[in-house]
């Protein structure tokens, strides 16, 4: 699968993956000599990054760093490249500096460590080989009291079992509307007469193992509040979407609500237009 990000600096490198989960300092945390990290509080304390796409949210010290970045490459014992989540000056300095490609805007939760991936730098491009897209679609119903549905995934389903999670499924149609609007009726029994659609929001990619759910997110109002699950559910709750991010979810889907909850989706009207 291709992750598009965007463009620090150009150029193409692949290798594994050395991934950190929080910001690095290059100063005093990467050895210019050896390539080694030390940084207890980071999963690549100990390892060294010679060969590797150094992967991790962002920079973090001295604007020194970007030369420890370019020492361990002159000696060969640099990363190859560079993926961040965003890319402060410490990013850009060390990218330009090293002449490595880098790429930012990239989710972290995409990325496996240890796991093969190529970088284009020009094209902000992260490609993940044997990686499976797989395009879903979120649909989120709200009452007129602003409340929304969360649906409990059953047992009897593929994955992510015993997770809530708004109404969802396979987008199996060109329009990720019309699937949310399938969905609705067959999972909740709430007809299309008794939904309105408010707007889409942009889609939020979700990693499980070797596949990536492209979610088409979107929004409905509705008056019906009697709901009837099937055996893909085993409950079903009206909450304040303050607790979306509280409660054990499927994977983003906070991520997903915020992008179908503030006015910068698209809207019905722009659709019809």
Not at 40 to 58: C, I, M, Q, Y
Not at 113 to 119: H, L, R, T
Not at 209 to 222: G, N
Request: proline residues 5%.
């Amino acid at each position: 699968m291709l992750v598009q990000g965007h463009k620090v600096y150009g150029g193409t490198a692949a290798g594994p993956v050395a991934k950190s989960t929080i910001p690095l300092s290059f100063l005093g945390e990467i050895d210019p000599l050896t390539g080694r990290v030390d940084n207890a509080s980071s999963e690549l304390n100990g390892r060294t990054l010679g060969g590797t796409v150094l992967a991790f949210p962002e920079a973090r010290g001295s604007t020194v760093g970007p030369y420890v970045i370019y020492g361990a490459g002159k000696r060969g014992v640099g990363p190859v490249a560079m993926v961040v989540e965003r890319a402060d000056a410490i990013v850009v300095s060390a990218a330009v500096i090293a002449r490595i490609p880098c790429v930012e805007r990239v989710d972290m939760d995409l990325l496996l460590d240890g796991e093969n991936i190529s970088v284009d730098g020009e094209k902000g491009t992260v490609e993940l080989p044997g990686v499976k897209e797989t395009p879903v679609v979120t649909a989120f119903l709200q009452r007129e009291d602003g409340k929304v549905l969360l649906l409990k995934r059953s047992q009897k389903v593929r994955s992510f079992r015993g997770r809530w999670a708004g109404v969802s499924g396979y987008l199996e149609v060109p329009q990720p509307e019309e699937q949310g609007r399938r969905e609705i009726e067959e999972e909740t029994g709430i007809g299309r007469g008794e939904v309105q659609w408010v707007r889409s929001g942009p889609s939020v990619l979700a990693r499980d193992s070797d596949q990536i759910f492209v979610v088409h997110p979107m929004l409905f109002r509705t008056q019906g509040t009697k709901v009837r699950i099937d055996w893909e559910h085993t409950e079903f709750e009206w909450v304040d979407p303050k607790e979306i991010a509280q409660r054990e979810t499927v994977p983003k889907l906070d991520r997903a609500w915020d992008a179908v909850s503030h006015e910068g989706g698209k809207v019905e009207a722009q659709l019809s237009a």
